[in-house]
Nanobody, 133 residues
Framework: QVQLVESGGGSVQSGGSLRLSCAAS????????MGWFRQVPGKEREGVAS???????TYADSVKGRFTISQGNAKNTYYLQMNNLKPEDTAMYYC???????????????????????????WGTGTKVTVSS
């Protein structure tokens, strides 16, 4: 099991930037998916950005060109750089990892972006992002 802790959330004005961090401890998975997700009250959790053990990166259409997912050199920290933030980006943001039974490269590119595929994985407790207009 992997423990995940998100940080870096906060309140910014529209057009501003934030960098979220996800610190992982307790173990590693290989192969794996790693994703950033967000949720607002009353709506389903949605995938924002993901990467897999084959280094494939996928973004939701709503954040392409504005958000960047990355992994730290120590491999146990993940980042989500969010630029040009919009009020509709306001949400609780979560990171998650899940072990895979097959090589990630054999899966569809959006597999790691789907929250439902993290049922056997690990989730952080979230960090709040608020963007005001």
């Amino acid at each position: 099991q992997v423990q995940l802790v998100e940080s870096g959330g906060g309140s910014v004005q529209s057009g501003g930037s934030l960098r979220l961090s996800c610190a992982a401890s307790g173990g590693t998975y290989s192969p794996y998916c790693m994703g950033w997700f967000r949720q607002v009250p009353g709506k389903e959790r949605e995938g924002v950005a993901s990467l897999d053990s084959d280094s494939r990166i996928t973004y939701a259409d709503s954040v392409k060109g504005r958000f960047t997912i990355s992994q730290g050199n120590a491999k146990n920290t993940y980042y989500l750089q969010m630029n040009n933030l919009k009020p509709e980006d306001t949400a609780m943001y979560y990171c998650a990892v899940v072990p895979l039974g097959v090589a990630s490269g054999t899966l569809n590119r959006d597999y790691c972006l789907r929250p439902a595929n993290y049922g056997e994985g690990d989730w952080g407790t979230g960090t709040k992002v608020t963007v005001s207009s």
